[in-house]
């Protein structure tokens, strides 16, 4: 029987001498041979011959290919290879590389070190176990999975909302109607199902008054606004309030011919406001 692992063949070949060393031994002077006590049979001794002979060849077999018993007997993992392509290293039939009883593994005529980089061994070459210090380190590690890009964040949404100054207040005054509490209901409402950034409160007057006039009542309608936001469950600090009088009529010059200061109002309903901006995301 033909083994390719060199030291298996070397054992079995020296353990067949077995029955040629007793042959040798029986032939020895006497004087070479193992004597016993004056009763011993033949037979007992040539038995006790045979069985040192035995011994000593072993003995002679681990010292011969330099193993000791730690080194004969060590626990290597097998390197089993795909057994695909060209293969550089000595491999058994169950595609196990042979190593020596260093646990070094046999290299074939057609090793190199592209070979040992490039013959599989599951998931990495075979030369990641062979020849670890010749196959590049990248190759016999697992590659890192990329972490899952991060979803992206929702874009905030701007709503501007215009309301009535009028439906809100009454004229020239800063309190809150009942009507104008129910609008700003539905307000706190939506902010309140956002992920609220802020809200934008922006009061405006029409042009009756004086500028300075109409720039604080501006202001305490802005005020009105956030407080009732406010104690509708809406964070303050998400709440910012601005007033600017009547430096942004909506009306333009479409009022200047009116005549008469109750149709004069009316025209001018739509200067006096308040703009609400909500911003935030779902």
Not at 199 to 226: F, M
Not at 228 to 255: F, W
Request: aromatic letters at 6%; glycine letters at 8%.
């Amino acid at each position: 029987m033909r083994f390719q692992c060199g030291k298996l063949k070397l054992l079995i070949e020296l353990d067949s001498y077995g029955s040629s060393g007793m042959e040798m031994a029986s032939r020895l002077p006497s004087s070479s041979r193992f004597s016993g006590n004056s009763g011993d049979s033949p037979y007992k001794e040539e038995t006790m011959i045979k069985q040192s002979k035995k011994q000593m060849l072993m003995l002679a077999a681990i010292t011969s290919i330099g193993l000791s018993a730690p080194g004969a007997f060590a626990q290597v993992k097998d390197v089993v290879v795909d057994g695909k392509g060209e293969i550089p290293y000595v491999i058994d039939a169950r595609n196990v590389v042979a190593r020596s009883g260093a646990g070094l593994c046999w290299r074939t005529g057609y090793w190199s070190p592209a070979a040992a980089s490039t013959a599989m061994a599951g998931e990495f070459p075979a030369g990641c176990a062979c020849d670890s210090d010749i196959v590049a380190k990248d190759k016999c590690v697992a590659p890192v999975a990329a972490a899952p890009a991060p979803k992206a964040a929702p874009k905030p949404t701007a709503d501007k909302i215009k309301l009535s100054a009028d439906a809100l207040f009454d004229f020239d005054k800063a309190v809150l109607k009942p009507e104008g509490k129910t609008k700003l209901n539905e307000l706190a409402t939506k902010a309140k199902s956002l992920k609220l950034e802020v809200i934008l409160a922006v009061g405006h007057t029409d042009r009756i008054g004086s500028d300075a006039y109409n720039q604080r009542l501006s202001e305490r309608r802005a005020a009105a606004v956030k407080t009732y936001l406010v104690s509708q469950g809406v964070d303050a600090n998400r709440i910012y309030t601005e007033g600017k009088g009547e430096t942004q009529p909506v009306t333009g010059k479409q009022c200047d011919s009116v005549r008469g200061r109750a149709a004069q109002i009316s025209c001018l309903q739509p200067d006096r406001r308040v703009e609400v901006e909500v911003i935030g995301s779902k």
